[in-house]
């Protein structure tokens, strides 16, 4: 038989995960709310290929998907 210790460990590690990753993307965003480094050039590349323009900004240096 599953001790209660035993079944709740599970889903209790996953709260806590979730939880620690929550604060730290809360305390990381407050520290840096704007867009960092080179989401200034991906986000307005992204927007650009969901209205269906796929040019490539020559800024951006990685090819896509990797």
């Known amino acids: ?9 599970l889903p209790g590690a996953l709260a806590f995960l ?8 809360n305390y990381v965003s407050n520290i840096v709310p704007d867009a960092y480094l080179d989401e200034f050039f991906h986000v307005p590349q992204a927007k650009k290929y969901c209205e ?3 040019s490539w900004d020559p800024k951006i240096t990685t090819p896509p998907g990797l």
């Not at 038989?1 to 460990?9: G, I, K, N």
């Not at 979730?18 to 993307?25: K, P």
């Open 1 to 9: 038989m599953v001790s209660v210790l035993e079944s709740l460990s």
């Open 18 to 25: 979730v939880s620690v990753t929550a604060t730290w993307s």
């Open 52 to 54: 269906g323009d796929y």
